[in-house]
């Protein structure tokens, strides 16, 4: 019977993360400048949180851990380095631990978070850790380090990686992502059709 009920929670966390978000971009010239810039506010409160940025970070190439039991951030432990393939692989493979196994979810504390597909750093060129908002909001809107994305690719990015979906609801006792990927999606559209405005623009 345990496992049932173990089963069943396992498929109910599957479905809510293949949940379909909405795209549903603001008319042309519908949103005022101030609207996008608290749009934004919202936007750099997910990508400074630490299900964001522990793998958004620059060259120094290490992950970061804030871990329910840890209370401040810290270097990913057992000195992991992703080196500069960003996946670990000139020591050792995110994937040797983050690998996905089917049927195992990601509740248990302490457990090495693991979605379908490839766990591994960000690009270089989207260092968030520790970046202020107004530099986090200029590199998302250059098209040369955000991986040369619209807003709309943004958006969509955004609804089909499985990553972006476990830190919404990453288990373990971790604090999710603030918001919701819908609403998180929605901001970054708010902010696009505003003209990608960031603080230092005025
Ligand atoms: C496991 C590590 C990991 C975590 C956690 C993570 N990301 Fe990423 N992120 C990546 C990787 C890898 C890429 C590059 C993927 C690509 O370009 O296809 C990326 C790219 C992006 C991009 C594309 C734009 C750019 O500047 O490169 C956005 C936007 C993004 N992530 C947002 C987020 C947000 C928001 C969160 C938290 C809710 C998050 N990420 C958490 C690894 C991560
Ligand atoms: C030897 C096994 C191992 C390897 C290899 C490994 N990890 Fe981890 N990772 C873990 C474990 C275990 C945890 C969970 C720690 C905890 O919460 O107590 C974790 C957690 C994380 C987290 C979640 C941190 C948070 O606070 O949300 C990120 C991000 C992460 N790893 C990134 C990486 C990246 C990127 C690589 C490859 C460069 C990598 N890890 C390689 C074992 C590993």
Redesign the pocket.
Known sequence: MRIFICLMAIVIATTSWAEEITLSTPAEGSVSTAEGLSAWDRVYE??S?P??A???VGPSEQPMWSGPSYGKTRPHGMNIHAGES?IGAETMLCSTCHAYREGTGNDLPHMAPQVAMN?????V??HWFGQSSEEICN??RDPD???G?TMDE?AE??NH?L??H???SPGGGREP?PYSLQE?VNDILIWGVAGFPCANDQ
């Open positions: 997910v990508a949180h299900r964001c522990n793998c958004h960003r766990w591994q750093l960000a690009p060129e989207a590199q998302l380090r955000n991986g994305r943004i990015h955004l990686d990553i972006l476990w830190a919404w992502a998180h």
